[in-house]
């Protein structure tokens, strides 16, 4: 991109801590003092830092499932229908569109609509869809697959998948000063404040 | 474990005050105006109507009291804290049980040949499949032309399995108060220890006996109304049904609860969200039942078995086959798959009076089409009927927790959520 | 519970001197996050132990046979096999109803047990999965191998139309299983993955090789343990948990189906879906105790694998089991029912007293006699006791499987064309060769991917609490 010209030095700074309890109050007090791009970083989940620093709000992972559901729910009972040459408003909509339609079964004089006999796939179809749904918005909610990010050139980030707690402020919050910054997070008794390069 | 005394047993009986008061007199008033309908209905709608109105009524409300006594013992074998809370007033429940023995009388000795068309005189005689099910298919014990013969001698009918039936709840629901009382009253650490295993043991024996009863249960009080049909998922499913209104009625009782001493401070939201997701999880596993049901017997379209959903589809049973499982099914899954929704308790306990009114309308749906193949049929009596056992019922259960203990105070659980505040 | 101050930062290594967990505790209480770590990463980055090579060799030697039954399979066409008419569903059928019912432990353990709050799950559940998705490699060998020509299996079996452009009939239950397995298949691996990308992201954080290092983070998709990543992953996973619980119901009830809708006394019951996903979670839970158990002991895993686990598995089994046996007492109260001689035949003459009742005999001593003693706390206490128990268990369910298929098929309506049946050598071969296939799997799996799941371990650690106000 070419406008690294208006790029900050840093990517932020970062503030390491031992328990949860530390980096939730640091994280506590960095959205008091008025911080509003931070992120925290750590082995395990903690409930309560998950929710501060998404500010409360609900993932919205879970009505994504609900629509890849429902449309696995609804496109399964409508191909299976078609396919067994069920619905003729479906056949006819599809003889317009691919000149092509479900071919009429007669098996043991089961009905074409042979809903009962339905039910599985339909239902293999919701859960299959709800699932992609959930991976695949999960991750694209969360902007992976991402090979580089500059919180990996702090070499003792390395800590952050088996004890170590993290916070990081970014450098294109408004309030972020490299000094100012860096004295507040020392100010809230990390084990050691490190710069983030880019 | 500290041993840090937050509430004491005196604390933690529910003494009623002016709000149970209210409650009882109002469900005793509900309950003999409509005992004495009911009574009166049965000069003014004939037996046919009464009967199958009053069997109704009578699995209606009993599905909810042992629903409510298999769910405190299930919470008491699973363990974990969104049982324990309500456990107490579950096992009240069950010591109202012996009410719907006596209520069974009426059926046993006077709507037999209403209900159950194997019961009438020479139905075995004309009738090739139920001439095989004679043994047992019938009243008492020896039944004219009983098959197999050993059966007449070994197999008890219809009334006397009844007692049986009764006898094994009442035994366990007993057992079970006892057992919590002797839990209450043990001193020390390792008394409660051994107390509170006794409980587990005769909870998770006592679930056993209860699903091998509930069959039975089911095949003569609901799916011998048909002679013909039979379905071996019928048991599983009669579970769900007493499992479902246990569940559902178990949140009004809460808010009841929870508004009052000792309860208060226990049944927070989370209580609620768990009620919830069991409220969610039978509702699946009925949508689950069901569908494997019709899948099986549709695709098998034997001719005995088949015409049971034929009834159900054909005739104005088919809106109301069509109703049941949108209000039973569809309704309150879809509702119930908001988390948020599940922490609200106003909100669940609309949900949970709508699958309580889905509960009388899936008795019907299994019990009318088999007496009424021809077309759908109903009458005011119908509603008028659980009406009256309704309100007795809930008298006499209001009654049972007055100043008892409601809450397991030494339990680690309970003292857990207690110190959480 | 206090903050442990003892968990400094200094501790490098596994502490030898662990206390060893009580019998209510699910992890040590000398554990902290770093030793968690150190412990069951050093078995990915640590050396094969000596004994492992020799069960690999021992499970591959397995896969040999696996290969040469299946080439010869290829060759000589299903007619090695020992069916016929009217015994036309045997071994293949048994074995993927048997594999698939042993994959479904693992979804419940990580699945339904996620959902009810049980947190001992979050120690075994990585492995239970596993287990299914090797279960699940092993199951659609069958259906793929019965057709005898697996290589245009995929034809007939997806939903593909022909040249005339007609599709399959999707009111075929055989039709309904080729998306339930898949689905199932599928979303195991989904769930399986999505619970593996954290600690695929402390492996590249301990990782020493930067090509090693590389390939971690790239299977970890970059993961950064960010709150807010966290954030949509928790609720992915739960959603994803909350989706596996019916899946896994239905998976085994559309197995079920393939009998059910049929009209074969001894298939044709209604109760066969809920008796079906029973008796798949009790011959899972007997198969993750198998395996689980000397795994424990190999690896020294007592203070993650504790003895609370298996005495809870222990429940479960028991739990399931007796589902079960409701299952047998159903279908003989509704044989009886039915009024229908040819039912009553099937369930109450042919199956104790018929040809095969030695296999109706030893099923009712596996799956209810033999489970009995899981009623008593010393039993479930014991490793020994269990593991035998366990091994039962999987016989039973196997058998229950052959006592369904071959006992109702070998005398069904008429008389003149009841026929008996056997497995040849080749069945033997086939069958015990995806044994040594799941074997050889597994063991690869415990050599290769932390087996017990760091992050979710680290969840149960008392320092995990946070004192927040932000609680609804």
């Known amino acids: 991109m070419a406008t690294a010209i208006s790029r900050p030095a840093t990517y932020g700074l970062m503030a390491e801590f031992i328990t949860p309890q530390a980096l939730y109050d640091a994280v506590k007090a960095a959205k008091a003092e008025g911080y509003e791009k931070l992120d925290a970083h750590m082995p395990y989940p903690v409930e309560d830092i998950c929710h501060e620093v998404s500010n409360h709000k609900r993932s919205k992972v879970s009505m994504i499932v609900f629509i890849g559901g429902l449309t696995g729910a609804v496109f399964g009972f409508l191909f299976q229908s078609w396919a067994m040459g069920a619905l003729p408003w479906l056949q006819d909509l599809t003889s317009q569109i691919f000149n092509y339609q479900g071919y009429p079964y007669n098996i043991g004089g089961r009905p074409y609509l042979s809903w009962p006999a339905f039910i599985p796939v339909t239902f293999e179809l919701t859960v299959l869809f709800g699932a992609f749904s959930a991976v695949i918005g999960m991750f694209a909610l969360n902007g992976l697959p991402s090979p580089y990010h500059p919180v990996f050139n702090v070499e003792r980030f390395s800590r952050h998948s088996v004890d170590r707690f993290f916070l990081v402020l970014e450098s294109e919050d408004p309030k972020f000063d490299q000094a100012e910054t860096r004295s507040f997070l020392e100010g809230l008794g990390p084990e050691e404040v490190m710069d983030v390069d880019w | 474990m500290s041993e840090q005394v937050i509430m004491t047993i005196d604390d933690a009986r529910f003494d009623g005050g002016d709000g149970l008061r209210s409650v009882r007199q109002k469900a005793l008033i509900a309950g003999v105006i409509g005992a004495l309908a009911t009574a009166g209905g049965y000069f003014a709608v004939g037996r046919d109507v009464f009967y199958r109105a009053y069997l109704i009524g009578w699995l209606f409300w009993l599905g909810i009291a042992v629903g409510l006594l298999s769910l405190g013992m299930i919470a008491q074998v699973a363990g974990g804290r969104w049982g324990i809370q309500m456990r107490r007033v579950q096992e009240a429940s069950g010591r109202t049980l012996w009410f719907f023995l006596i209520l069974a009388l009426p059926i046993c000795f006077g709507g037999l040949e209403s209900l159950f068309s194997w019961a009438r005189d020479g139905v075995a005689a004309s009738d090739a499949l139920v001439a095989e099910k004679t043994g047992y298919l019938k009243a008492w014990f020896d039944f004219e032309g009983t098959n197999p013969e050993w059966m007449a001698t070994f197999v008890p009918g219809f009334i006397p399995r009844i007692l049986i039936i009764f006898v094994l709840w009442l035994l366990w629901a007993y057992r079970l108060s006892a057992l919590s009382n002797a839990f209450d009253a043990a001193g020390t650490h390792e008394e409660r220890e051994r107390a509170r295993d006794k409980q587990i043991k005769w909870c998770a024996g006592g679930l056993l006996v209860f699903a091998v009863v509930a069959t039975f249960a089911s095949i003569d009080w609901v799916m011998s109304t048909d002679p013909h049909w039979f379905s071996s998922l019928y048991g599983p499913q009669f579970i769900i049904w007493q499992l479902l209104s246990g569940v559902a009625f178990s949140i009004p009782l809460m808010i009841f609860f929870g508004n009052r001493e000792p309860l208060k401070h226990l049944l927070d939201p989370k209580q609620f969200h768990a009620y919830g997701k069991w409220m969610l999880a039978f509702t699946m596993v009925w949508g689950y039942f069901n569908a494997s049901q019709i899948i099986i017997i549709w695709s098998g379209n034997l001719p005995e078995e088949v015409g049971w959903y034929i009834h159900r589809s054909t005739g104005g049973w088919y809106w109301f086959t069509a109703a049941l499982v949108l209000f039973t099914f569809f309704v309150p899954f879809v509702i119930l798959l908001f988390q948020p929704l599940k922490f609200k308790p106003k909100i669940l306990l609309r949900i949970a009076l709508l699958v309580l009114a889905t509960r009388w309308l899936d008795y019907y749906w299994n019990i009318v089409p088999n007496l009424h193949p021809d077309g759908f049929t109903m009458h005011v009596f119908d509603v008028i009927a659980p009406i009256g056992i309704g309100g007795l019922w809930i008298w006499l259960l209001f009654g049972q927790v007055q100043g008892k203990v409601l809450v397991p105070v030494h339990d680690p659980v309970i003292q857990e959520a207690l110190s959480d505040g | ?472």
């Open chain 3, 1 to 472: 519970m206090s903050t442990p101050e003892t968990s400094s930062a200094a501790t490098v290594g596994t502490n030898p001197d662990l206390t060893p967990p009580s019998d209510r505790q699910i992890l040590s209480p000398d554990h902290d996050a770093e030793t968690l770590t150190n412990k069951v990463s050093s078995i990915v980055f640590g050396r094969t132990p000596l004994w492992m090579y020799g069960v690999f060799a021992l499970s591959f030697s397995l896969v040999g046979l696996l290969l040469i039954s299946v080439v010869y399979l290829v060759v000589k066409g299903t007619g090695i096999w020992g069916l016929n008419i009217p015994v036309a569903w045997g071994f293949a059928i048994i074995n993927l109803v048997w594999w698939i019912g042993i994959g479904h432990a693992g979804t419940l353990i990580s699945a339904i047990l996620l959902l009810l709050n049980q947190d001992w799950r979050n120690s075994i559940n990585r492995f239970a999965e596993a287990m299914t998705l090797f279960a699940v490699a092993c199951a659609v060998m069958f259906p793929l191998l019965h057709t005898g020509r697996p290589w245009i299996a995929a034809y007939w079996l997806l939903p593909y139309p022909n040249t005339m452009w007609l599709w399959p009939n999707f009111r075929s239950p055989l039709m309904w299983d080729v998306f339930a397995i898949s689905t199932y298949g599928t979303v195991s691996l989904l769930f399986w993955y999505v619970g593996l990308v954290p600690d695929l992201g402390t492996l590249r954080d301990r990782a020493k090789n930067i090509h090693l290092k590389r390939l971690f983070h790239s299977l970890a998709m970059g993961w950064r343990g960010s709150a807010k990543h966290w954030h949509n992953y928790e609720m992915a996973y739960l959603l994803l948990a909350g989706l596996s619980t019916p899946l896994v119901l239905s998976v085994h009830s559309v197995i079920s189906f393939d009998f059910s809708v049929a009209q074969l006394p001894g298939w044709h019951a209604t109760i066969f879906p809920p008796y079906f996903v029973a008796g798949a979670v009790f011959a899972g839970f007997a198969m993750v105790m198998l395996v689980m158990i000397p795994v424990r002991f190999a690896f020294g895993l007592h203070d993650m694998l504790t003895s609370r686990h298996l005495q809870n598995m222990a429940k479960v089994t028991l739990v399931t089991g007796f589902i079960v046996c409701y299952g047998y007492l159903a279908e003989f109260i509704f044989a009886y029912y039915s009024g229908n001689p040819y039912e009553r035949y099937a369930i109450a003459e042919n199956r104790p007293f018929g040809p095969y009742n030695w296999a109706w005999m030893m099923l009712i001593f596996c799956n209810f006699l033999a489970i009995q003693p899981l009623w008593f706390k010393k039993v479930r206490q014991s490793p020994v006791a269990l593991w035998v128990i366990s091994f039962i268990i999987s016989i039973g369910m196997w058998l229950e499987r052959f006592v369904i298929v071959v006992m109702s098929l070998h005398r069904d309506f008429l008389p003149s064309s009841w026929d008996r049946y056997a497995g040849t050598i080749w069945d033997w071969g086939l069958y015990l060769g995806t044994i040594g296939f799941f074997f050889s799997l597994m063991f690869l799996f415990i050599r290769f991917v932390p087996m017990i799941p760091m992050s979710e371990l680290k969840i149960l650690l008392p320092e995990a609490r946070v004192k927040g106000d932000g609680h609804h």
